[in-house]
Every structure is written in C-alpha cells, then in structure tokens.
C-alpha cells in the first residue's frame, strides 16, 4: 500500500527519503550499534560483544512493513526491533543490547539524526532562493514601481525593496532554523526514567561518545524537557511563513491585471486541466498551501509540552509525525520557491506603465540604500 | 521508498487504505467515468464515447509513483491522468475525457467519495466503544466510587457515571460526524470558473447524475466555498477530542496509586523496551497522541476558508492532505480505544478501597438515574 | 485600568458589553436567584427563603474590580460571589445559597446565556450581509465579468456568482451557528461531583426549572463533556473564516488594477496617517484579521476537550475567556462586513473593461441559474 | 465598560498595567515626540518646533474611551491620535507632527515597547521559580521516590530530579524569551511605504536616534518582515508550555492517592464553592488553563507571516492583540507558578510510602549527578 499521491505534492523526494522506512531503520540500528561500542569503551560489556552486536546492526535486514505492524501494536519501535536483534545474537550480547536505555532514547536519537539531515536539505534551496532574490533585488533595485500597502497603491519603491525585505525575512528564517538544529538535535540516553541507572555511574560519558558517533550535540536526558523540540518546530514554522510571504507576493504580482513578474515556465506545470492557455502559480501554490498548514502543526507541538513526570504519555509520542510533516512541507516549499525565484521574469514595462497610471510620483525615498542594507545580510551564491 | 513506521503506528491499515494510490485512482477514475455517462445520458456526447471512456477508466494500469512525480509538477491530479486517458483513446472519445470538469472537480470528489468511506470505518469503531461503554456502565451505576474534581477527590459517585457521561460524549461526536459527513459529502462539479459553462445548460443535471452514480450528496459548485470541508474537519476534531477525554480517564484510572481500572493484555503491547513487566496504557497513549494533534489541524482548515474568487490559490489544495491526517488520527485513536474500551479491566476492590480512603462519604446522589438518561440516547450493540 | 484601545477596534461595542463585569454579575446572579426558587418550587428550600434570596440578588451591588482580585485568587468567580451573598442574608437563607450547585455550575451557565446573547447580536449583522449581498448578486447576475482562479484570469461569470457563492457561505455558516448555540447553549446544574447529590432526588427538576427561567435548554450535566462547547466554538470559527471570503474578494476587486468594486466611503476610515487620499480597505481588514486569529482559537477549544474526570483542571477555565475572544472577533467582522456589503461599490465600467482586456471570451454558462439557486437559500431583507 | 472578571483572573495586575490604555498612549505620545527630536536633531524641522511638539505629547489627555472608537473607525491607532496633536498645534509644528512616518510605524514601535516592558516582568516571576525550584531540587536530590513514565510506576528517581528537569526547561524558556525580546524588540520606522522617502536621506540616522531615545534595538523597516514578531510570540509559547509541564507534574503529585506535594495554602485560593475542606490546585490550574490556550495564539501569529507587499492587510494588524494575550497568560501562568513553587509542600513520608508501595527498587542511577548538572545552568537567587 503506498500513498505516492499524497506525500509527493507537497514535499521533495529527498525530504521523503529523509524519513522514509529505510532511514529510520539505519538510524536506530545505528544507535543500537553506537550504545554498545560506548558501553564497550566504558568497559560496561566486552568489546566482542560490542562488535557481536554492532555486526548485526550493520547487516540486519528488516522488513518494515512487517515491524510496523508491531510497532502499531508495542507503540514503540524499540520493542520489536531489540526483539529481532536479540533473536539475532547468542546470550551474552543478546542480553547486551540496548543495556540501559529505553525506548524513547531510540526513538528521540532517530527523530534528531533526520532533523539534522532535514536541516542540510533545506538549507540548499533556501540559500538558492536568497541567492537568486539577491541578484533580482541588486539588478531592480532603483527602478521605479509602484508600493503597495493593504492592498492599495501607496508611494513608489524601488521594485527590488520588496524582495530584498523578503530575502533578509527569509535568510534570517533560514538562520534560525540551522542554528536551532545545530543546538537542539541532541543524542537522547537517560534510561527507562531517565537517570542513567544500572550504567555503573557512566552513563553521561556512553552518551557524550554516542553524541560524537551519531553526529548530535551532547545533552543530558531531556524526556520531558521538550523545549528543544519546541524550538525546532516554531524554526521550521517561521520559515514555512517567510516562504509564504514570497509566494503571496509573487502570486499578486502576476495577476494578469498587474502582470509585473511571474512563474517561469515549468514542462506540465501551471497548467489548467480545463484552460489549456492558462499559467497558473503553481510554486505558490505549494508554498501558500504550506504557509496555511505549518502554523496548526507548530500549535500541536506546544500544545505537547506540559508532558507528564520522567516521561509523558501521548506528548512526545505526538511530536515526531508532526515534526515529519513541517519538514516535508518546508522541503516542498523551499523546493517551489527556489524554481520560482530562480526563474521569476520581471516584466519592467509593465512596472513602468502601472507606477505611470498609479499616479503617485516618483520619489522612492531610500530605497537603493535599503536594499543594500538588506543584501548586506543575505547569503549568496 | 516507504513510510510504514510513521504511518501505520498512528492509523489503521483499514483506514490508511482509505487513502491509498489505489483508492484515489479508482476514485478519480469513477469520477470521469460517471462523468462520461452523465453527458451521454443528457444528450452531449455520443454513448459510444462514453462507453469507451468508461472502459479505459475501468482498465486503465497508472503506476502511482510516476504519476505521483507528474502531479508535484502539474499541481494538480487530473491534468496528467487526463492525459493518459486521453492518450488511450482516439480522437473524439480523447477530445470528451473531463469535458466541462476543472481539475479542482476531480480533486474535491474524489476526497469526498474518500471522507464517505472513512466514515462509515469510523462509526464502526466508535459504536464498539459506545457499546461497550454502555455495558461498562450499567453494570456499575450503583457502585460507589470516588469523584474528582480538578484532579483532587471530591464526592462520591456511581462509578459508571464516569464511564456513561464519556460515552455520552463519543455517541454525540459519533453521531455529529455521520451527520456532517452525510450533509457535506458532495460532488464538485462546476467547470474551470464554476459556472457550469461548454455544458449546453446541462451542468447542473450531470452533477445531479454523478452524485447518484458515485454516492455522494448533490450541490451546486462550492470551488471556493468551503463551510462543508470545515465542518468535517471540526466534527472530526471534536470526535478525537471526545476519544482523548476517555484515555485520559482511563490512563489517569490507571495509575498504579489509583488503580481503579486499567487496559486489557494485548499480546506485544504496552510493553516497555527497559522495564519488562511494566504495563503502559498504550491504546490510551495512540488516543492522547491524537488528540493533541487534531486542534491543530482543523485549525489549518479553518484558516483556508478565505479562499480567493473562484477557485483559490493555496487553500484547498491545503485541505485534502489535512483531512486525510485527522481521518488517520480519528481512526487510530477510535480503533485503540475500542480494544481498551472492550477490553477495560475494572477493579471493584481498589474502587471500594479508594473511596473508604478519601472519607468523602457514601451518597451518589442521582448517579444511577444520570446513568439511565445518560446511556438512553447511546448507541448499543 | 481600562483596555479600550486594545478592545474595541476589533469588536463592537454590543457585543463587548456582552461580556461586560455588569453582565457576567447580573447572569450569575440570575442564576443563583433561579436555583432558589427552583428548590423552593421542588420543596427543598421554603419559598421565603428562596424570595429572601432573590431579593438580595436582585439588588446586590457588587464593585467588579475588588471581586475580580478575589476571583483571581479564588480561581472561581461563585466562591466569592457567594460568600457576598451569604454575607447579605441571616442564617437559614445564608445557609440556602447555592444549594447543590458548584462553581462550574455557575460559570458555564453564565457563559451559555452569553452566548445566546451573542448569537443573537450576530445574526443580525450576518443577516445584513446576506440581505445586501442578494441585492448586489442579483442585480449583477448576468453581467459579464472575468472570473478568476488561482489568481489568474480564467473564464468568465457573472459577475453576481462570486457574491452569491459567498453569500450562501455566510447563510450557511450562519445557520449553523444558530442552531449550535440553540442546541447547545444549556443549563449547567450537577453538583461537585455531577451526581446531583444533596438535591433528594429533585435535582433533575431543579435542572428543568432553571433552564425554563434563564432561557437556556434542559440538558444533563455536562461538566467533563464539552462537545457542544467545541460544536459553538467551531460554528463561529466557520462563520469568522466565511466573513473572511468576502473581505479577501473585496480586497483584491479593490486592487487598484482591478478596480471592479471597493468599500463605501465611511467619515474618518480607511484614511493613512501618511498618504491623505488613499483609501484603504479598512472593513476587509478587520475581518480578515478576525479569519486570521479565529482558527487558532478554535484549536484552543478543541485542545481542551480530554478534560479529567467529573470535573477537569485547566480544561474548562480555558474555554470561556476563548469563547469570549470569538464572540467579540465574530462581532467585529460581521459589522465590518455588513458596512462593507450594505455600500459596496461596484464599477460596471471597470468590469467590463477588465473583461475585455482578458481576453477569456463572453460564456457565463449557467451563472445566472446557479446565482438564483444559490439566493434561493439565502436570508433576505 | 469594564472586563475586570474576564481579564484579571487569568493574568496580573501588574502585566494588565502594561497593555492600558495609558501605557498606549504613553508609548504612542514618546514615539511622536522622538520622531520630533530625531529630526529636528538631523535637521529636517526646526528645533524650536520640535520642542512644541514634545511639549503637547508631555501633556496631552487624551479620552481612551472616545480615541478608541475613532481607532475602530479608522483602523489604525496614529490616524485620531496624529490629529489630536495637530489641532493642539499652529502650522508649522502641526505639519511637521509624525512627518515621514505612518500608522504601523506607531502601531509597532509601541508594540515593541510593550514587548520589553512585559519580558522584564516576567524574567522576574520565571526567576522566582527556577529558584524556588532550585532549593527544592537540591534538598530532595538524593530522596528515593517513584520515577514515573507514561503514567505508570516505572523505576525510581531522586525526588529532584524531576523538579531539576523542569527548572532547566524553565530556565531555557526564560532565557530564550529575554533574548529573543532583546533581538526583534526594535523601532519601526519607514514611511507609508517602507522607503524612509520625503526625509531627505536621513530616515536611517532618525530611526538610530529614536531607537536609543526609546530604548528599542535599531534595525531596517520590516513591516512586512515579521520574523522577529514570530519569534517572540514561539518563545512566549514555549515558555508557557515549559510552565504547564511543571503545573501538570504537581497537579499529579497532589492527587489524594499519591499526595507527595501539593500548592501551599493561600488565604481564598483552592477552595470549592460546594466541598469547604477542599484545597484544588489552582495555581495549577491557572498555568494548565494558559498551557491549553497558547498554542493556538502561536499558530495565529504564524498565520499572518505571509503578510502582502509594502505592508499587508489583516497580517499585522492581527498580531498586537494576540501578543497581548500570550503575555497575559503568561503573566498569569508565571505569578501563579511561582507562588506554587515558593511554597510547594514536599511529604517525604508519602514518597517513601509510595516508593514502598511501588516495589520498584532502589537504585536512583546518576539522579544526584544529574540534578546537579541540570541546576549548573540554572538561575539562583
């Protein structure tokens, strides 16, 4: 059963991969493996059996529809899967795997590891979006057009103020969201209650090797200390708007009345099933049908953090499909802007003709200069 | 590439089905196939080319991944499945495929046929759980048990009082959403401006025929005009959410010092991955999950209803996706407390024990006369 | 300490007085005087103690500011509204106050006949609108007028249908809203633990009794079971997001490259500080800012549905001061709407030359018929 | 028209002060008379005509109530108040009043105002509470008790272990919330149209003056640039959640059947109107209620990023009243959560009864370490 005609739309193939059943697999299977090569180097179980086990990670081959049917059932993917690697070893290092952690320390470890391949993603298209609002903004930037305020012709701008005020919104968005990341996506190990029990009193170093083997930031147990998630989500939330605030724009701007600039022409996009001729700003669409659906998400991960005692019950276990979801949609909406601003045809005649009927003079005030300031920020190519 | 672990912990395979690539393409493909029929049956095209329109919709083999990529560039279904088709049939037949339809028509119909068939799935688990409630209830009207009050204890009760008055709440939710689902279940079918235009005056008598031909309400073309979607979408969330106040008393019941009531063994689940002989409410834990998750996304459909003109940019194709989400969520959430409700395990001595406890006295008032009403207007097997 | 700059712009002065200290003191005043005579009616109580109580109600004069203080330390406004009472009378009838009932009691009763006073302000507003846009859609059925889809010129319509279409989204949502309130707007009577206890058996009587005399519906109690709350709570989520569709129409007609309609002159709105003759779409505004708010809200409502127990903590308390924010952003829109409906300006000149300029041909299919239709559902003066 | 009962119960005293009326207009009258200076300092007016405009905003009544209702009329905060300062004025200083600025210029910068005013009070309730916390987590940092997760028994803790966990997810709030205040709290200052026009070159020398002059971080316009706005709205979110997590942990904690803290007794608080020996957890439920409400008022500021052009329609004009109310709840939320945590009554005899009871073991892991390390960051009085 697959549901290609859902996800797809509105999310980029590498976004799905990120989260897709093979990597989820590879990421516990690689925290199973990095618990026991720490245990093993803090001399809690035997280096053979670290490798034992480590071996097993590395070649165990699991069916994923299969497990998710047990998983379903165990509300927890640690369950069945240390089931299948212990049934996989012999005694000792059966006994030996997952020693002393619990199914949420999986479970948040895996969640990090694809914000941080998420993160990476979305940085590229963001960065080409800035880069390419950048150059239109530079080229635009003393040419005269009309501005616009609540929706009504007001005093002229500079045409490139109003995308180089939404390149700066979006680099800072982009900014945020990496420095979140690179602050909250930390290894997960506290143990069934979170107080590293049964561990000999080396628990924070066997995380603190974790973290460096699974490329997260070193953390103490933070089960239900969910700021951090938080923080991730409202990131992503904000730059799903920053993008929102580009495609509006660009969508008014090429209504056929204003004509200013528009969607380059993509094969088999923009078209109408009905109206052959018609070129429809179909990047905006996927950005602005992210912009209304990225703010509900946000709320249902706030709306998770008053999470009962060492580790809550419905709280956290909301929190990764929702995360999942503002990812694809970022992804889906940087990937539409960044062909939209990449390709975005200005149309300076039309810009001339509409500042000449708007009638409301010609002085743009500082805009070259804030334009410059603007720039002054934003990442380029 | 799959997403099995993230889906099918949080929904059930019967409902995730619902919303299949299969499904949609057999949705989509009645809808041009009735749409076919319904223009020969009113005179504007030949029956033989409704015939073979209806035959290749009846055969035609579309791989969903490819169609799937097609799609995120379109932005639309129907554009590249119109293609298709159209490329499987000669010229006249090829020129009457979506004749009169927009694609948005396409898109709405085939999520309405998709909320009909989700419905009908939800009421069966939601009158298990009125069900066994019921017999939950009656059977313990008149035992006396500790009220709470703002989590503190308070007066007596009948311990079924509890039990009747959430019972109350899921059959009000239950019957609310057939309800809304039966009212707002409608075609879509209104042309590229929604105004029934190239159909010769016959728009609104094909409409009615596909409504008949694919089970769904009729309507006049409501592209832009989405108080029916927002009213699904709140009947869903408001049936989540009446599912949540159940797990909640369960899990709260639960609670080793309380230990009044508790979820039934399920071979796998409940398990801990670090405690083997714990048992978690995890049935309660799908349903607190979604409950946290549902406000957020009726509150994105709610935020789509200022669609622009007349068909919007961004709003409804925001909606499908979000429906989708809470039919997963209602159903999971439906489907795991049904086995809890069924299943519950009530501990009459640990309520007589609590209540001698809390010295709050013997009288339940009206409890048992409260249950009566109560579960006289619930659903029962 | 006033917030007038803060309340008003986004509200009537009609319904804030809805809300005001002097009507939540005269409704739960009300209320207690009601329950006396109820119980006295039922021969709980002796009628003149019942009369002595309502007397003390009916001319108790309370400063709102200091029992606010008191309230806010209380967490409940009937604890110190009570002991005032108790204060006023002597001994038996003292004793008498509030007998049976609780603090929620109290509470979602006042709520309630708040919202019926509520719904009734809006529906005058709505039916302003809708009575205005029928004129308006009528009278413009059949002018040829480009219609717009995803903000691109499509095909044509009349220029009526999107008036109408948007008209029979507000009939709608305001229907639905009024049948809501009417079916869920009821007394609130149970007792601490919702059991009726103390009552001897009368408490169902009492219940009916009061509902009569506050002109609420009968209803059992219903302290945990907020799914007619959630049911208000979304139908004017609904209505604020259909007042949104026509501001965001309005709007974009008003572009000033459109130009096909604009809001009536109003002394003193719509001006800038900045720009002396621009005319902004100030009622749009206010109802698009209200669309813009109301979802999250909702998901407010419905976020506190899994409430604990008989009586939940946090839950509850959440819900009126959110109840109270929809009434006022509900009131705010629809009179701004209503101002804006009842003078809208429509340039027939612009229309067509628009249309013209389009390029999209002259077939309205069948417009015309389907704005008959769609008025045929639709309020009129 | 006064709200005190639907306004003081969930918020303070003292935050209310900071949204007045008074404080409004305070902060309005300071940026016209900045804006003033600034320019008169640059040499855009007369100096003397700068100080005839300070003067009359020094000492300017102005009737909030009358003002309040030409706001709602106009739309816009600066339009009645521009003229009110004109009419006090002869010619030269009354053109020369709010000369370059616009509407939202006030409407922000007095937003932003608002902004440092409300975080400086609540870094002082947040800090009582990480202290309070503190001592209590330090004391008890070795005490055996039940770890609980998912609501069930699970291994044991150090009892301060969790009141740790949830100081640091506290103080991380906190922390974010000063630094995200002290980054977007700037001056807004562009003109109608974003482009510092008709101030001959020296908008961005008037906006640095008036920055320092009102205490606001300088920056570019960013009137349709809201990211900054988003950010303080997501880190008031997520400190009003990181308090809900520490209401929900006492909340449990004080149930009768695990009774191992409770709120302290405070004269008129926690009482029941029907049960007088109750003690409810009603700071509890203060900061739960608040928990409950903020993520939705998050997602409405999230909504309106995608704000049009120069300066958007409906966008920003949503934001100050939703800003108002999460500092508002958060105000509440804190005040009431320092005062529980002040004051919080520890029983070390039921946590060694339940301990007992729980069979769980004694082995507390790394707790005293943790707690340690997790109070390391932790503010201390």
Same mark, same amino acid.
């Given at each position: 059963? %697959?549901?290609?005609?859902?996800?797809?739309?509105?999310?980029?193939?590498?976004?799905?991969?990120?989260?897709?059943?093979?990597?989820?697999? @590879?990421?516990?299977?690689?925290?199973?493996?990095?618990?026991?090569?720490?245990?093993?180097?803090?001399?809690? !179980?035997?280096?053979?059996?670290?490798?034992?086990?480590?071996?097993?990670?590395? %070649?165990?081959? !699991?069916?994923?529809?299969?497990?998710?049917?047990?998983?379903?059932?165990?509300?927890?993917?640690?369950?069945?899967?240390?089931?299948?690697?212990?049934?996989?070893?012999?005694?000792?290092?059966?006994?030996?795997?997952?020693?002393?952690?619990?199914?949420?320390?999986?479970?948040?470890?895996?969640?990090?590891?694809?914000?941080?391949?998420?993160?990476?993603?979305?940085?590229?298209?963001?960065? @080409? !979006?800035?880069?390419?609002?950048?150059?239109?903004?530079?080229?635009?930037?003393?040419?005269?057009?009309?501005?616009?305020?609540?929706?009504?012709?007001?005093?002229?701008?500079?045409?490139?103020?109003?995308?180089?005020?939404?390149?700066?919104?979006?680099?800072?968005?982009?900014?945020?969201?990496?420095?979140?990341?690179?602050?909250?996506?930390?290894?997960?190990?506290?143990?069934?209650?979170? %107080?590293?029990?049964?561990?000999?009193?080396?628990?924070?170093?066997?995380?603190?090797?974790?973290?460096?083997?699974?490329?997260?930031?070193?953390?103490?147990?933070?089960?239900?200390?969910?700021?951090?998630?938080?923080?991730?989500?409202?990131?992503?939330?904000?730059?799903?708007?920053?993008?929102?605030?580009?495609?509006?724009?660009?969508?008014?701007?090429?209504?056929?009345?204003?004509?200013?600039?528009?969607?380059?022409?993509?094969?088999?996009?923009?078209?109408?099933?009905?109206?052959?001729?018609?070129?429809?700003?179909?990047?905006?669409?996927?950005?602005?049908?992210?912009?209304?659906?990225?703010?509900?998400?946000?709320?249902?991960?706030?709306?998770?953090?008053?999470?009962?005692?060492? @580790?809550?019950?419905?709280?956290?276990?909301?929190?990764?499909?929702?995360?999942?979801?503002?990812?694809?949609?970022?992804?889906?909406?940087?990937?539409?802007?960044?062909?939209?601003?990449?390709?975005?045809?200005?149309?300076?005649?039309?810009?001339?003709?509409?500042?000449?009927?708007?009638?409301?003079?010609?002085?743009?005030?500082?805009?070259?200069?804030?334009?410059?300031?603007?720039?002054? @920020?934003?990442?380029?190519?």
């Amino acid at each position: 059963m %697959t549901h290609h005609l859902h996800e797809r739309p509105v999310a980029t193939s590498a976004m799905l991969a990120v989260f897709a059943d093979e990597a989820v697999l @590879r990421h516990a299977l690689a925290f199973e493996a990095a618990l026991a090569r720490a245990e093993a180097a803090e001399g809690l !179980i035997a280096p053979a059996v670290a490798d034992a086990i480590a071996a097993v990670c590395a %070649t165990s081959a !699991i069916d994923p529809f299969e497990l998710a049917e047990e998983v379903a059932v165990a509300g927890t993917l640690a369950i069945p899967l240390v089931k299948r690697l212990r049934a996989a070893l012999d005694g000792e290092a059966a006994a030996a795997v997952h020693k002393g952690a619990t199914s949420q320390d999986v479970a948040d470890s895996v969640l990090m590891m694809q914000m941080v391949a998420a993160a990476d993603l979305l940085a590229v298209d963001l960065k @080409r !979006i800035c880069t390419a609002l950048y150059v239109h903004a530079q080229r635009h930037a003393s040419t005269p057009a009309v501005g616009r305020t609540l929706l009504q012709d007001a005093l002229p701008i500079g045409f490139g103020l109003r995308l180089a005020q939404t390149a700066a919104g979006i680099d800072a968005a982009a900014h945020r969201l990496a420095r979140e990341v690179a602050a909250q996506a930390n290894i997960q190990f506290g143990g069934a209650a979170g %107080t590293l029990a049964g561990l000999e009193g080396k628990g924070a170093a066997i995380a603190q090797r974790m973290a460096a083997e699974l490329s997260l930031g070193v953390s103490l147990p933070w089960h239900a200390r969910r700021v951090g998630v938080a923080a991730i989500a409202s990131a992503l939330g904000i730059a799903i708007g920053a993008l929102g605030k580009l495609a509006r724009d660009v969508s008014l701007l090429a209504q056929n009345a204003v004509a200013e600039a528009r969607e380059p022409v993509i094969e088999g996009r923009g078209g109408s099933s009905a109206m052959a001729h018609k070129r429809n700003p179909t990047g905006c669409q996927v950005a602005l049908s992210a912009a209304i659906r990225a703010p509900g998400l946000v709320a249902s991960i706030l709306a998770g953090l008053p999470q009962e005692q060492e @580790r809550g019950l419905g709280g956290w276990q909301a929190e990764g499909p929702v995360l999942v979801e503002l990812c694809l949609l970022a992804a889906g909406s940087a990937a539409a802007m960044a062909t939209v601003a990449e390709g975005l045809e200005i149309d300076e005649v039309a810009i001339a003709r509409n500042l000449a009927s708007a009638d409301v003079g010609q002085d743009i005030g500082e805009s070259v200069a804030l334009v410059s300031s603007l720039l002054a @920020r934003v990442w380029k190519g």
